[in-house]
């Protein structure tokens, strides 16, 4: 993913609209467990403030990920936007801009950083899915199981102060 700032460097304060896509970004499969299933696509602003280039950026991708309630494979959309810095210098280990030369800048690491960071933890197929009986491992969504519903603890409690009450009557 590269982007050409040769317009926007022609004085400070022009600003310009950029959209970029890529199939895959370098490294990026290999830092992510899960498969991608489209194109990552991102889309933006860069500014030009002097001796930085400022670029809001925001992107989405889909993913191949197990839901975490009922296991099966679903298309997780994966959305992130972020600002940064671009600077035609190197960076120093305490700087958190990135470097770019030749007029163009490369935002494959920032991206694939942003996509691995917005992986979601418990991906779910859809948002009201039902989940697995957690007895018989039937899926809820597809149909419901004849197994007992699991005796709940907060009425158990609430019985043992019922009769407790009882006794002191
Ligand atoms: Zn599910
Ligand atoms: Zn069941």
């Known amino acids: 993913m590269e982007l050409s700032v040769h317009d926007v460097k022609k004085w400070v304060g022009r ?4 959209a970029v896509a890529a199939e895959t970004l370098p490294d990026l499969a290999a830092r992510l467990e899960a498969p991608l299933r489209g ?12 001796s ?22 679903a298309d997780i959309p994966v959305t992130f936007s ?14 958190d801009w ?3 030369e030749n007029e163009t800048l490369r935002l494959d690491d ?20 039902r989940g697995l009986c957690p007895q018989c491992g039937a899926d809820w969504n597809e149909s419901a199981c004849a197994c007992a519903p699991p005796p709940d ?7 043992g102060f019922r009769a407790h009450g009882d006794d002191a009557d």
């Open 15 to 18: 600003e310009e609209s950029f």
């Open 39 to 50: 194109p990552i696509k991102a889309a933006g602003r860069v500014r030009n403030a002097g």
């Open 52 to 73: 930085l280039l400022l670029v809001e950026l925001e992107g989405s991708v889909l993913l191949q990920m197990a839901c975490a309630r009922c296991g099966s494979l």
């Open 82 to 95: 972020d600002m940064a810095q671009f600077r035609e210098e190197r960076p120093g280990p305490e700087d």
């Open 98 to 100: 990135f470097a770019y």
């Open 110 to 129: 920032w991206v694939s950083d942003e996509i691995l960071l917005s992986v979601p933890i418990a991906p779910l197929c859809r948002t009201d899915c």
């Open 153 to 159: 603890d907060r009425w158990g409690a609430l019985a």
